[in-house]
């Protein structure tokens, strides 16, 4: 009896196998059946559905890109089967590896999509999609005032007048009072596991800064 579990389990295996090769070739969409010239092309459907905002609202800008002041717009392009499937997105001109990942992230999370028409039937196409980075002065100024204290590459715990907050912050240079880095057993000695990148305790002038 133990014997028939085990060939069982063995069959059940290979045809597990056998039927994720054949899922495998089925995603392969030969280029020459992707349409370069389509009727209507590819609607987004997710939510929101203007692309610029689905990206801004999923987008997150990379702790060290944003620290070092590396902006830029990332191109991506990729695949919509005529069963409505993102495939294949592909950057199309690298700004920064950090800004490339995170675009093919955001990307990636556009699953849903009403496929382009030609001749009034649906088609493979190809979209693609500008994913923008770029910081404000009052970023950039703050970003320079962590490089000055020290901080590192690993986005640190912030405490904004007394109030942790596990976020990036914009803090404009006239609204910072004081800031004190802590790092290392002192930092995790006061504030537990997550200051384990280190905690930046700030004081401001005119109360909380907005955060993203």
Same mark, same amino acid.
């Given at each position: 009896?133990?014997?028939?579990?085990?060939?069982?389990?063995?069959?059940?295996?290979?045809? &597990?196998?056998?039927?994720?090769?054949? *899922?495998?070739?089925?995603?392969?969409?030969?280029?020459?059946?992707?349409?370069?010239?389509?009727? @209507?092309?590819?609607?987004? @459907?997710?939510?929101?559905?203007?692309?610029?905002?689905?990206?801004?609202?999923?987008?997150?800008? +990379? &702790?060290?890109? =944003?620290?070092?002041?590396?902006?830029?717009?990332?191109?991506?392009?990729?695949?919509?089967? @005529?069963?409505?499937?993102?495939?294949?997105? *592909?950057?199309?001109?690298?700004?920064?590896?950090?800004?490339?990942?995170?675009?093919?992230?955001?990307?990636?999370?556009? *699953?849903? =999509?009403?496929?382009?028409?030609?001749?009034?039937?649906?088609?493979?196409?190809?979209?693609?999609?500008?994913?923008?980075?770029?910081?404000?002065?009052?970023?950039?100024?703050?970003?320079?005032?962590?490089?000055?204290?020290?901080?590192?590459?690993?986005?640190?715990?912030y405490v904004i007048d007394n109030k942790i907050v596990e *976020?990036?912050?914009?803090? +404009?240079?006239?609204?910072?009072?004081?800031?004190?880095?802590?790092?290392?057993?002192?930092?995790?000695?006061?504030?537990?596991?997550?200051?384990?990148?280190?905690?930046?305790?700030?004081?401001?002038?005119?109360?909380? +800064?907005?955060? =993203?």
């Amino acid at each position: 009896m133990k014997q028939y579990h085990k060939i069982k389990n063995g069959l059940f295996v290979l045809i &597990f196998f056998v039927f994720s090769a054949i *899922t495998n070739a089925e995603n392969i969409i030969p280029l020459d059946s992707i349409s370069s010239q389509v009727d @209507k092309e590819a609607v987004f @459907k997710g939510k929101p559905n203007k692309i610029d905002k689905f990206i801004q609202a999923n987008k997150v800008y +990379p &702790f060290q890109a =944003w620290q070092n002041g590396i902006e830029g717009v990332v191109n991506v392009s990729f695949v919509v089967s @005529k069963d409505g499937t993102l495939m294949n997105a *592909t950057v199309e001109n690298s700004i920064d590896p950090l800004l490339d990942s995170e675009a093919i992230r955001v990307v990636e999370l556009m *699953t849903k =999509w009403k496929p382009a028409l030609k001749n009034k039937e649906k088609v493979h196409s190809r979209r693609n999609v500008s994913v923008s980075f770029v910081m404000s002065a009052e970023e950039k100024e703050f970003a320079q005032t962590m490089r000055k204290y020290g901080v590192d590459d690993n986005a640190p715990l912030y405490v904004i007048d007394n109030k942790i907050v596990e *976020t990036y912050v914009i803090l +404009p240079d006239y609204n910072l009072k004081s800031l004190k880095v802590l790092k290392g057993e002192k930092a995790i000695e006061k504030y537990g596991d997550r200051a384990k990148n280190g905690v930046v305790e700030i004081t401001t002038k005119r109360g909380t +800064p907005p955060i =993203w």
